[in-house]
Nanobody, 126 residues
Framework: QVQLVESGGGSVQAGGSLRLSCTAS????????MGWFRQAPGKEREGVAA????????YYASSVKGRFTISQDIAKNTVYLQMNSLTPEDTAMYYC???????????????????WGQGTQVTVSS
């Protein structure tokens, strides 16, 4: 079992920045992957970014590439999502997720992940 605890959400004006954090209780495999997903009311959950623990390779949705950065602090079992140039379209509940042995073509696919955090709300006003 892996517990994930997110923090860092909040309200910000368009053009602003936020940094989300997600701390995992443990990592069970070196091939683990951490992802950030978001879900706005009435919309499907969308993969935003992902990072492999062992290699540090990162992947982004086209909607956030160049604005969001995912990173990790292995010693702290923590993954971050730095979000810059936020727009109202980024408003959503953001979730972090943990999975093992996810093929890179599916790192932004929610069903590939086993454990999920409780979510943190991000609201961007115009």
């Amino acid at each position: 079992q892996v517990q994930l605890v997110e923090s860092g959400g909040g309200s910000v004006q368009a053009g602003g920045s936020l940094r989300l954090s997600c701390t995992a209780s443990r990592y069970t495999y070196s091939s683990s992957c951490m992802g950030w997903f978001r879900q706005a009311p009435g919309k499907e959950r969308e993969g935003v970014a992902a990072i492999y623990r062992r290699t540090g390779n990162t992947y982004y949705a086209s909607s956030v590439k160049g604005r969001f950065t995912i990173s990790q602090d292995i010693a702290k079992n923590t993954v971050y999502l730095q979000m810059n140039s936020l727009t109202p379209e980024d408003t959503a509940m953001y979730y972090c997720a943990y999975g093992n042995a996810i093929y890179r073509d599916y790192v932004l696919t929610s069903k590939e992940y086993t454990y999920w955090g409780q979510g943190t709300q991000v609201t961007v006003s115009s």
